[in-house]
């Protein structure tokens, strides 16, 4: 109950940090990008942190098929930006967005075993589930440079597919968890 | 006499069969087809189109241009591809009919080949 309170504190803290940003003229393409490397960042950073806590299977699978595809993503946006001769732009959403991830690996690191693999699985529910609103309603629709759209574009592809496999996870430890009971 | 006949009826049984095996074989060549190759894109998390007129024999090349490592695997198991980023790989299909694949990593990409014989 208390974890679950805790995500949504998170996600509505997250949301409404979204929501300076859109406000005005909205983030500019530097602030986008740097927004979109963020948060690759911190699901890559809750990833090795599974892989340092986690003996599952899955879980373990999982936290590398985040870390491979985020690290592609953001690979080809640190190309894109020194391509574009951009210079990707702090700006709150980001810090925010830094703030809730380091926040969320305090929590985490209190966990250990199969306690530790639900709340990674849900948590990666989660944060996927907002990224993906915020690439779709903000980041997307808000960026001017066509490459960069195309990426935040194959990016929100990849992301609802993590967001899929994460919820597959999530089910099945749950599914572990019952049958135990 | 009887074992000099017997010699002998081996001896053209085994010649027939030989120009039987020669003469399937002739038989077979000209009606097949050279394999052809196709090629499948994986690109920007989906797969190109399929190829049209896929035969048993024939050979896919799957070329990852993704940023990502992706796999085609079968839903029925008869193949599975797994290529890191920017490889490709080279395939011969074998099952004629429809088969569904795909990503292993990333379901949401799925395809389906369509495979005469």
């Not at chain 1, 960069?148 to 089910?171: I, N, P, V, W």
Request: hydrophobic share 45%; proline share 4%; with cysteine.
């Amino acid at each position: 109950m208390i974890r679950t309170v805790t995500m949504a504190l998170a996600l509505a803290g997250l949301v409404s940090t979204a929501a300076v940003a859109q406000s005005g003229a909205g983030p500019t393409d530097p602030q986008i990008a740097h927004i979109a490397y963020t948060a690759g960042q911190i699901d890559i950073a809750a990833a090795r942190q599974a892989l340092a806590k986690s003996k599952n299977r899955q879980v373990r699978a999982f936290a590398q098929e985040m870390i491979r595809d985020h690290e592609a993503v953001n690979k080809q946006a640190l190309a894109l930006v020194g391509k574009l001769k951009v210079t990707p732009e702090a700006n709150p959403t980001s810090a925010g967005l830094s703030k809730q991830g380091e926040q969320k690996l305090r929590e985490m690191a209190r966990l250990r075993g199969p306690a530790f693999d639900r709340a990674y699985a849900q948590n990666e529910v989660a944060y996927h589930k907002v990224v993906n609103g915020a690439l779709s309603s903000t980041l997307i629709p808000q960026s001017d440079n066509a490459e960069l759209k195309d990426l935040l574009q194959t990016g929100l592809r990849l992301f609802q597919e993590h967001q899929l496999h994460a919820e597959h996870l999530a089910q099945n430890l749950q599914g572990r968890r019952s049958k135990r009971k | 006499m009887a074992k000099y006949g017997k010699g002998r009826a081996a001896a053209a049984l085994l010649t027939l069969s030989a120009a039987l095996g020669t003469l399937s074989v002739a038989n077979a060549a000209p009606a097949r087809a050279a394999p052809k190759v196709h090629t499948i894109v994986m690109n920007k998390m989906a797969y190109g189109p399929s190829p049209t007129g896929l035969r048993a024999g024939d050979v896919i090349l799957w070329v990852n241009k993704d940023m990502f490592r992706h796999t085609a695997t079968a839903r029925d198991k008869s193949f599975n591809v797994d290529l890191p980023a920017g490889k490709s790989a080279r395939m011969i299909v074998k099952k004629a009919g429809l088969t569904n694949y795909y990503c292993i990593y990333h379901p949401g990409m799925k395809g389906q080949l369509a495979v005469a014989k």
